[in-house]
C-alpha cells in the first residue's frame, strides 16, 4: 500500500504561482514513476507531468515551460512536488497525485487549484 497526500492548492491570479506538494508513505520501494494528473468540472482527468524513479520528467504540452516537477527522497517519505508559473484559468481544476507501482497506481485525494482575477 501506498499513501498519497496532496497540499498547497489554493485560489490565484492569472500569471500567480502555486506551488503544489504530495507526501507519499508506505510500500515506497515498489513505486517505479510519481505523476501530476487534473480534472476539470466536466471534463476527464488528464495527464499534466510525471518523474520517472530515475529523475526524467515529461509533461503535458499545455504546461510545458511553465510547470516544473520535483522528487525528493527522504527516510520514510518521498515528497513530490510541482511549481505553477504563469498559471492561466484554464489551470483551474483538481489536481491528484499518482504513484505508478507494480501491482497498479494509487491516487491521493486531490486539491483544489482555481485562476480566477
Known amino acids: 500500500q501506498v499513501q498519497l497526500v496532496e497540499s498547497g492548492g489554493g485560489l490565484v491570479q492569472p500569471g500567480g504561482s502555486l506551488r503544489l506538494s504530495c507526501a507519499a508513505s508506505?510500500?515506497?520501494?515498489?513505486?517505479?514513476?510519481m505523476a501530476w494528473y487534473r480534472q476539470a468540472p466536466g471534463k476527464q482527468r488528464e495527464f499534466v507531468a510525471e518523474?520517472?524513479?530515475?529523475?526524467?520528467?515529461?509533461?503535458a504540452n499545455s504546461v510545458k515551460g511553465r510547470f516544473t516537477i520535483s522528487r525528493d527522497n527522504a527516510k520514510n517519505t518521498v515528497y513530490l512536488q510541482m511549481q505553477m508559473n504563469s498559471l492561466k484559468p484554464e489551470d483551474t481544476a483538481v489536481y491528484y497525485c499518482?504513484?505508478?507501482?507494480?501491482?497498479?497506481?494509487?491516487w491521493g485525494q486531490g486539491t483544489q487549484v482555481t485562476v480566477s482575477s
Open positions: 518523474i520517472t524513479s530515475g529523475g526524467g520528467t515529461n509533461y
Open positions: 499518482n504513484a505508478l507501482t507494480i501491482p497498479g497506481p494509487y
Open positions: 508506505g510500500r515506497l520501494f515498489s513505486i517505479n514513476a
